[in-house]
């Protein structure tokens, strides 16, 4: 791994997520409905059901939200929603994925398009910067919440199989393979260990620091991404400048 942290992002952007939890259970069932509608009702039967819920509570959406989504899927009549990526630059020549689940691909693609023209991005063609990141499972586990120090950390990720721990003052972090996400959360979870987050992600191989005049315009457009309801995930390669 190339040293880069997604904590330090995450908790930097940490009060504007707090802000839209609205909008993220909005997400959050539409992937719920999405996997249950696609598979198995029954996330015992399901993993990708399974991961969603699991990152719903993560995120500390109300169990009736997760059922209400699941018995949606389970009717005769739904949504119907298709994937679409996005691909460009975000200021500072910064590489961006955008996923979305839309029931109109006209309206997501001017959004997306919206969003990065007024904010100094330029959207590029399908492949231009997903070759930049690594699919990864992740999680980090705040520090506070666990007695295990390095050592021990290290122990336990490697015989739970998996294949990167990243430590700082505030958190451990682990990536592992995709396919080896569950039986790494499992054995994990067994041991006592508690998830700030955990997930399937996009990691960029290398990260691009933000210029410092760029950062709030940076941000402004990973919110109006962030903001629309098409849009599922934004994965950059960012790498923002401490706050003083």
């Known amino acids: 791994m190339s040293g880069h942290s997604k904590w330090h992002n995450i908790q930097g952007r940490k009060n504007a997520q707090d802000s839209k939890r609205g909008k993220i259970f909005q997400k959050l069932s539409r992937e719920i409905y999405m996997a249950a509608k696609n598979g198995d009702p029954d996330p015992a039967n399901n993993p990708s059901l399974r991961l969603v819920m699991d990152k719903a509570r993560a995120a500390n959406m109300p169990n009736d939200n997760i059922d209400r989504a699941i018995k949606k899927a389970q009717g005769a009549e739904g949504e119907s929603y298709e994937e679409v990526t996005y691909e460009g630059y975000a200021p500072g020549g910064v590489a961006i994925l955008v996923e979305g689940l839309t029931d109109n691909k006209n309206r997501t693609a001017s959004n997306v398009r919206v969003a990065f023209t007024r904010n100094g991005g330029n959207l590029g063609a399908s492949g231009s910067v997903s070759y930049m990141f690594d699919r990864r499972g992740y999680f980090a586990i705040d520090r506070t919440t666990t007695d295990a120090d390095e050592d021990q950390m290290l122990e336990d990720v490697m015989d739970a199989g998996g294949d990167d721990l990243q430590t700082s003052d505030e958190a451990y972090e682990i990536y592992t393979n995709p396919k080896d996400f569950a039986g790494v959360r499992d054995s994990l979870e067994a041991k ?8 399937l992600t996009m990691v960029p ?6 210029p410092a005049d760029k950062v709030e315009q940076f941000d402004r457009m990973v919110d109006q991404l962030e903001d629309d309801d098409d849009v ?3 994965y950059h390669a960012g790498e923002l400048p401490d706050e003083d």
Do not use: D, I
């Open 205 to 210: 191989q290398n990260t691009t620091p933000v």
């Open 232 to 234: 599922q995930n934004v």
């Open 192 to 199: 006592g260990y508690k998830f700030v987050r955990a997930e």
